[in-house]
């Protein structure tokens, strides 16, 4: 059961990483639930379909613009532990401003998996205030 939950989670990230956002709804559970650390533009938690509604700014729109290729855009995700509905991942935040400064911080997720779709996900940096200040430094440019 959690070789199902981990192939879920991983194929989620692919689609993540290539803007597919037709490959991860069809992954995502109807109630799913993102977590993000309440010091980002997008961070506290949202569910959907208020996730794709809300006027705040959402993870996808303020990470575009500083992941202009693949290889901003790769997170590398590595399973770490899994259980029947829970699977945990390391993988990187990665972008690059207007004058070139590269960001690359590791993030630690804790995934939940329901009925076959991606239910939660909460995310843990393990440098939100670098990963913030990068984050500032390129919405001035």
């Known amino acids: 059961m959690s070789e199902a939950s981990i192939d879920v989670v991983l194929r989620a990230f692919k689609a993540v990483e290539m803007r597919d ?6 992954l995502a559970h109807p109630e799913i639930e993102f977590c993000w650390p309440p010091v980002f533009p997008y961070g ?26 693949e290889g901003e855009r790769r997170m590398d995700p590595r399973v770490v532990a899994a ?44 440098d939100p205030a670098a990963a913030l200040d990068f984050l500032i430094r390129a919405s001035n440019q």
């Open 21 to 26: 956002a037709h490959a991860f709804a069809d």
């Open 44 to 69: 506290s938690a949202t569910r959907a379909p208020n996730a794709a509604t809300r006027e705040r700014p959402t993870w996808e729109s303020t990470w575009t613009p500083v992941q202009p290729t």
């Open 83 to 126: 259980s029947d509905h829970e699977v945990v991942v390391l993988w990187h935040q990665r972008g690059v401003d207007a004058a070139g400064e590269r960001f690359d911080g590791e993030v630690l997720g804790l995934y939940e998996v329901r009925d076959g779709k991606l239910a939660r996900a909460q995310m843990f940096y393990f």
